[in-house]
């Protein structure tokens, strides 16, 4: 089977998993502060602003902890997201207002987020499709003027960046994803970022039971009854450990190699989907972005995108799509919306697959049965109509 997502895990992981193993401590100890440090390089930020956590799920939902959302308060977000963001914001007893996306980007502008946006709103949270940065930088300074915290979602963008600057960075708050279907893979985890030093230091709080010292040996240099609990907030348990740290460190060290590989693919894919009728490739990044690469996307008629899909799985090949418009979900109430843009990108785009273990062998295979299948059931439309 050739899968849309697959890790690169290797020897070094594993001896890295294997020297934590040794010190007989497999909990947030040495090895999750280094992987914070390292990876708050990686952002250009403060280490002291950057928390480990078990997925990024758990981040978006810590964000709206933070920010106290409930009843009465909105948080825009684009229809094309996954769940886990709507889910956080409706938990908290607030409403997700979903906005519109481009077409062809998947990404909103910030003239559809502004559109959105009405004296309830509290926050806003982008998600960056498929790493491709999108139109973040406008929203961020739009977000500033209208007082209204941003949140990113940066599941898909672990080393994309926009004007030099790293995705998860122009906002308030970010949450990043490593499970075992991302670029950089923990197994299962995510990191969290607060700029304001006083959210970052709540957020380290929440993230394991509200406690004031997260450790015993802590407590014990400032106290003699360090057993005894020191609870500030609500909270709950949801830092990193040292056995995915010491993966995430070899997996951050690797990173370059993965996007590098991960971009000669998606240009593979560009050169040889060219002159495939009726299918739309992702369109070229804006000058001063750089993407991370986690998606590649086609787009087709929609009466077709199904029976290629179902085409390639008999022929060994996974494909998928992400996100669904979550504006048709009924749990998240909403009624009577429209939303061209989303709607039509929904019904259009198939991911092919894309992991930097993919060969060029590979990719021509994808695309030889991709071709077969667009062909035969473009022609077979053409012959009903």
Request: charged share 20%; glycine share 8%; net charge negative.
């Amino acid at each position: 089977m050739i899968n849309v997502f697959q890790p690169s895990l290797g020897e070094e992981e594993a001896a890295a998993v294997a020297e934590v193993f040794a010190t007989n401590w497999t909990g947030r100890g040495p090895r999750t502060k280094a992987f914070e440090a390292e990876f708050a390089e990686h952002l250009g930020v403060d280490p002291s602003h950057v928390l480990l956590i078990n997925s990024c799920t758990s981040g978006l939902f810590l964000a709206t902890e933070l920010l106290g959302l409930g009843p009465g308060d909105e948080v825009v977000m684009p229809s094309l997201s996954f769940v886990a963001a709507a889910n956080a914001v409706a938990a908290a007893g607030a409403r997700p207002v979903f906005c519109e996306s481009d077409v062809r980007t998947l990404n909103p502008t910030a003239g559809d987020v502004e559109r959105a946006l009405t004296p309830r709103t509290k926050a806003v949270i982008v998600l960056h499709y498929g790493g491709y940065p999108g139109d973040v930088a406008a929203i961020a300074a739009l977000c500033r003027r209208r007082g209204v915290t941003l949140i990113e979602d940066a599941a898909c963008s672990v080393a994309s960046r926009a004007g030099g600057a790293a995705c998860g960075t122009f906002g308030d708050l970010a949450t990043w994803s490593f499970d075992s279907m991302k670029v950089l893979v923990t197994g299962d985890g995510g990191a969290f970022y607060a700029r304001s030093p006083e959210l970052a230091l709540r957020a380290r709080q929440l993230a394991y039971h509200g406690l004031e010292q997260a450790s015993a040996f802590d407590a014990a240099k400032v106290s003699d009854r360090w057993w005894e609990p020191n609870v500030e907030h609500f909270g709950r348990r949801i830092i990193g450990n040292d056995v995915t740290a010491a993966i995430g460190s070899v997996q951050l060290r690797r990173l370059p190699g993965f996007v590098a590989r991960r971009r000669e693919i998606a240009a593979l894919y560009d050169q040889l989907l060219l002159d495939v009728e009726g299918v739309r490739v992702p369109p070229p990044l804006p000058e001063g972005h750089d993407s991370s690469y986690y998606f590649y996307w086609v787009q087709m008629d929609p009466a077709i995108r199904g029976k290629v899909a179902s085409d390639l799985l008999g022929r060994d090949i996974f494909t998928t799509f992400r996100y669904p418009a979550l504006h048709r979900v009924p749990l998240y109430g909403v009624q009577d919306m429209s939303l061209p843009g989303a709607e039509e990108a929904a019904d259009r785009t198939l991911l092919l697959p894309l992991h930097q273990g993919l060969s060029d062998t590979e990719v021509h295979t994808v695309v030889d049965e991709f071709r077969k299948s667009v062909e035969f059931h473009t022609q077979e439309l053409r012959s009903k109509g």
